[in-house]
């Protein structure tokens, strides 16, 4: 199993930009799958992006232009710029890999945008 440890989240004002980040315990040069996802209160987890060894990347289309996802394979890091912020973006965010069949996931950070 790949550990994940997610940091970046914080407190910003609707409008505002944060940079996640995921730090992975292997490489992840062949880790065929990794993402973010996010759980706001009282609501279920949803899939946020998702970027492939191959170097594709997809979102929702609810999300698309605001959220970049990346993947820095020298610093083993996963990061997902965030821009535009809505109180809406609330939540915790969450990174997840799938690596060898195994789906591992971070413990989570929490994003709250408010004024």
């Known amino acids: 199993q790949v550990r994940l440890v997610e940091s970046g989240g914080g407190l910003v004002q609707p409008g505002g930009s944060l940079r996640l980040s995921c730090a992975a315990s292997?490489?992840?040069?062949?880790?065929?799958?990794m993402g973010w996802y996010r759980q706001a209160p009282e609501k279920p987890r949803e899939w946020v992006a998702l970027?492939?060894?191959?170097?594709?990347?997809n979102y929702p289309e609810s999300l698309k232009g605001r959220f970049t996802i990346s993947r820095d394979n020298a610093r083993n890091t996963l990061y997902l710029e965030m821009n535009s912020l809505k109180p809406e973006d609330t939540g915790v965010y969450y990174c997840?890999?799938?690596?060898?069949?195994?789906?591992?996931w971070g413990q989570g950070t929490q994003v709250t945008v408010s004024s």
């Open positions: 970027t492939t060894k191959g170097g594709n990347r």
């Open positions: 997840h890999s799938i690596h060898m069949g195994v789906s591992s």
């Open positions: 292997i490489s992840i040069f062949n880790i065929s799958s």
